[in-house]
Protein backbone atom coordinates (compact mmCIF):
# COMPACT_ATOMS: atom_id res chain seq x y z
CA UNK A 1 0.00 0.00 0.00
CA UNK A 2 1.36 3.45 -1.19
CA UNK A 3 2.33 5.77 1.66
CA UNK A 4 -0.83 8.10 2.91
CA UNK A 5 -3.44 5.62 0.96
CA UNK A 6 -6.38 6.05 2.85
CA UNK A 7 -8.73 3.51 1.39
CA UNK A 8 -8.77 -0.09 1.30
CA UNK A 9 -7.20 -2.48 -0.99
CA UNK A 10 -9.42 -3.76 -3.25
CA UNK A 11 -7.26 -6.52 -4.98
CA UNK A 12 -6.63 -8.15 -1.79
CA UNK A 13 -9.37 -10.65 -2.72
CA UNK A 14 -8.37 -10.94 -6.18
CA UNK A 15 -5.10 -10.50 -7.50
CA UNK A 16 -2.72 -11.77 -4.29
CA UNK A 17 -0.86 -14.99 -5.28
CA UNK A 18 2.47 -16.64 -4.03
CA UNK A 19 4.50 -14.02 -1.88
CA UNK A 20 2.79 -11.12 -0.33
CA UNK A 21 2.92 -7.61 -1.70
CA UNK A 22 5.78 -5.69 -1.48
CA UNK A 23 5.22 -2.28 -0.71
CA UNK A 24 7.65 -0.28 -1.89
CA UNK A 25 7.16 -2.73 -5.40
CA UNK A 26 3.39 -1.72 -5.10
CA UNK A 27 4.35 2.28 -4.73
CA UNK A 28 6.55 2.19 -7.92
CA UNK A 29 4.08 0.41 -9.82
CA UNK A 30 0.86 2.53 -8.63
CA UNK A 31 2.93 6.03 -9.37
CA UNK A 32 4.55 4.88 -12.22
CA UNK A 33 0.70 4.12 -14.04
CA UNK A 34 -0.28 7.42 -12.40
CA UNK A 35 2.54 9.39 -13.85
CA UNK A 36 2.32 7.73 -17.55
CA UNK A 37 -1.67 8.63 -17.58
CA UNK A 38 -0.35 12.06 -16.84
CA UNK A 39 2.24 12.80 -19.02
CA UNK A 40 1.78 9.99 -21.56
CA UNK A 41 -2.09 9.91 -22.12
CA UNK A 42 -3.98 6.89 -21.52
CA UNK A 43 -3.32 4.79 -24.33
CA UNK A 44 0.75 4.97 -23.93
CA UNK A 45 0.08 3.66 -20.35
CA UNK A 46 -0.03 0.07 -21.06
CA UNK A 47 1.29 -2.84 -18.95
CA UNK A 48 4.74 -2.89 -20.51
CA UNK A 49 5.06 0.85 -20.04
CA UNK A 50 4.19 0.63 -16.38
CA UNK A 51 6.79 -2.56 -15.97
CA UNK A 52 9.10 -0.31 -17.42
CA UNK A 53 8.80 3.12 -15.89
CA UNK A 54 8.57 0.85 -12.62
CA UNK A 55 11.50 -1.23 -12.58
CA UNK A 56 9.05 -4.20 -11.60
CA UNK A 57 8.26 -6.80 -14.38
CA UNK A 58 5.15 -7.68 -16.05
CA UNK A 59 4.52 -10.53 -14.56
CA UNK A 60 4.31 -9.42 -10.58
CA UNK A 61 1.89 -6.48 -12.04
CA UNK A 62 -0.67 -9.00 -14.06
CA UNK A 63 -0.49 -11.27 -10.12
CA UNK A 64 -1.25 -8.05 -8.25
CA UNK A 65 -4.60 -6.65 -10.97
CA UNK A 66 -6.64 -8.75 -12.88
CA UNK A 67 -7.02 -6.00 -15.64
CA UNK A 68 -5.36 -3.05 -17.00
CA UNK A 69 -8.23 -1.24 -16.03
CA UNK A 70 -8.44 -1.67 -12.00
CA UNK A 71 -4.66 -0.55 -12.08
CA UNK A 72 -5.13 2.61 -13.70
CA UNK A 73 -8.47 2.90 -11.42
CA UNK A 74 -5.93 1.82 -8.31
CA UNK A 75 -3.23 4.20 -9.55
CA UNK A 76 -5.74 7.06 -9.73
CA UNK A 77 -7.59 5.94 -6.34
CA UNK A 78 -3.68 6.31 -5.14
CA UNK A 79 -3.02 9.52 -5.99
CA UNK A 80 -6.67 10.84 -5.15
CA UNK A 81 -6.09 9.67 -1.61
CA UNK A 82 -2.68 11.88 -0.80
CA UNK A 83 -4.92 14.78 -3.18
CA UNK A 84 -7.92 14.92 -1.47
CA UNK A 85 -7.67 12.67 2.15
CA UNK A 86 -11.35 11.89 3.62
CA UNK A 87 -9.94 12.13 7.02
CA UNK A 88 -9.93 15.49 9.52
CA UNK A 89 -10.98 17.05 11.98
CA UNK A 90 -13.67 19.72 12.62
CA UNK A 91 -17.67 20.57 12.06
CA UNK A 92 -18.87 18.19 9.44
CA UNK A 93 -20.46 21.56 7.48
CA UNK A 94 -16.58 22.33 7.43
CA UNK A 95 -15.12 19.26 6.52
CA UNK A 96 -17.19 18.83 3.33
CA UNK A 97 -16.08 22.83 2.18
CA UNK A 98 -13.04 21.93 2.45
CA UNK A 99 -12.91 18.16 0.57
CA UNK A 100 -15.08 19.99 -2.05
CA UNK A 101 -12.96 23.09 -2.37
CA UNK A 102 -10.19 20.61 -2.90
CA UNK A 103 -12.00 18.78 -5.29
CA UNK A 104 -13.11 21.77 -7.38
CA UNK A 105 -9.46 22.86 -7.38
CA UNK A 106 -7.86 19.54 -8.13
CA UNK A 107 -10.40 19.16 -11.19
CA UNK A 108 -8.69 21.79 -12.78
CA UNK A 109 -4.96 20.46 -12.99
CA UNK A 110 -3.94 16.57 -14.27
CA UNK A 111 -5.82 15.27 -11.45
CA UNK A 112 -9.57 16.59 -13.54
CA UNK A 113 -8.24 15.09 -16.94
CA UNK A 114 -6.80 11.26 -15.25
CA UNK A 115 -10.25 11.04 -13.48
CA UNK A 116 -12.28 12.03 -17.07
CA UNK A 117 -9.99 9.39 -19.38
CA UNK A 118 -9.95 6.74 -16.88
CA UNK A 119 -14.00 6.83 -16.77
CA UNK A 120 -14.03 7.25 -20.37
CA UNK A 121 -11.42 3.89 -20.36
CA UNK A 122 -13.70 2.17 -18.47
CA UNK A 123 -16.80 2.81 -20.44
CA UNK A 124 -15.02 1.88 -23.81
CA UNK A 125 -14.09 -1.22 -22.67
CA UNK A 126 -16.73 -2.50 -20.29
CA UNK A 127 -19.65 -0.48 -21.75
CA UNK A 128 -20.19 0.88 -18.04
CA UNK A 129 -18.45 2.97 -15.86
CA UNK A 130 -19.40 -0.14 -12.78
CA UNK A 131 -15.34 -1.06 -11.99
CA UNK A 132 -14.67 2.83 -11.85
CA UNK A 133 -17.63 3.26 -9.15
CA UNK A 134 -16.68 -0.25 -7.26
CA UNK A 135 -12.81 0.07 -6.82
CA UNK A 136 -13.05 4.11 -6.40
CA UNK A 137 -16.09 5.75 -5.64
CA UNK A 138 -18.26 3.51 -3.87
CA UNK A 139 -15.55 4.36 -0.51
CA UNK A 140 -15.12 8.16 -0.79
CA UNK A 141 -18.74 8.52 -1.34
CA UNK A 142 -20.06 6.09 1.26
CA UNK A 143 -17.54 8.22 3.52
CA UNK A 144 -18.57 11.91 2.83
CA UNK A 145 -22.78 10.55 2.37
CA UNK A 146 -21.79 9.65 6.23
CA UNK A 147 -20.47 13.22 6.97
CA UNK A 148 -23.51 14.65 6.00
CA UNK A 149 -25.50 12.34 8.44
CA UNK A 150 -23.44 13.21 10.88
CA UNK A 151 -24.14 16.90 10.20
CA UNK A 152 -27.57 16.67 9.81
CA UNK A 153 -27.85 14.85 12.84
CA UNK A 154 -26.18 17.70 14.96
CA UNK A 155 -27.96 20.45 13.56
CA UNK A 156 -25.76 21.75 11.50
CA UNK A 157 -26.49 20.96 7.75
CA UNK A 158 -30.30 22.11 7.45
CA UNK A 159 -31.22 20.46 4.45
CA UNK A 160 -33.62 17.75 4.85
CA UNK A 161 -32.96 15.41 1.62
CA UNK A 162 -31.07 12.42 2.41
CA UNK A 163 -27.07 12.44 2.67
CA UNK A 164 -26.97 10.31 -0.78
CA UNK A 165 -28.97 12.88 -2.77
CA UNK A 166 -27.00 15.54 -1.37
CA UNK A 167 -23.77 14.19 -2.08
CA UNK A 168 -24.81 13.56 -5.45
CA UNK A 169 -26.42 17.31 -5.77
CA UNK A 170 -22.66 18.28 -4.71
CA UNK A 171 -19.83 16.13 -6.70
CA UNK A 172 -22.42 15.71 -9.40
CA UNK A 173 -22.76 19.36 -10.27
CA UNK A 174 -19.08 19.73 -9.93
CA UNK A 175 -17.92 17.06 -12.02
CA UNK A 176 -20.79 18.02 -14.37
CA UNK A 177 -19.74 21.73 -15.08
CA UNK A 178 -16.11 20.23 -15.09
CA UNK A 179 -16.77 18.13 -18.05
CA UNK A 180 -19.13 20.06 -20.08
CA UNK A 181 -17.39 23.73 -19.31
CA UNK A 182 -20.49 25.19 -18.42
CA UNK A 183 -18.95 27.83 -15.74
CA UNK A 184 -15.65 28.10 -13.93
CA UNK A 185 -14.72 26.29 -11.15
CA UNK A 186 -13.27 28.01 -7.92
CA UNK A 187 -12.68 26.73 -4.59
CA UNK A 188 -14.78 29.69 -3.49
CA UNK A 189 -17.55 28.40 -5.47
CA UNK A 190 -17.45 25.02 -4.43
CA UNK A 191 -17.63 26.26 -0.94
CA UNK A 192 -20.61 28.29 -1.72
CA UNK A 193 -22.33 25.43 -3.56
CA UNK A 194 -22.11 23.45 -0.35
CA UNK A 195 -23.21 25.91 2.01
CA UNK A 196 -26.51 26.56 -0.54
CA UNK A 197 -27.27 22.72 -0.70
CA UNK A 198 -26.68 21.40 2.45
CA UNK A 199 -28.38 24.88 3.98
CA UNK A 200 -25.28 25.14 6.60
CA UNK A 201 -26.53 27.25 10.06
CA UNK A 202 -23.40 27.76 11.35
CA UNK A 203 -22.16 30.54 8.54
Not at 33 to 40: G, S
Not at 108 to 116: I, N
Not at 189 to 201: C, F
Amino acid sequence: MAKGRTEPDNDAATARRGRPRSAEATSAILQSAYTLMATTGLAATSIDAVARHSNVSKMTIYKWWPSREALLIDAFLDHASLMLPLSGTGKPANRLRRHAAAYAEALLGEFGRVQLAVISECISNTGSAEIFYERYLRYRRTALVELIATGQQDGSIGAIGTPEDLYDAIYGSLFYRYVFGIKPISPAQARNLVDTILMIRDR
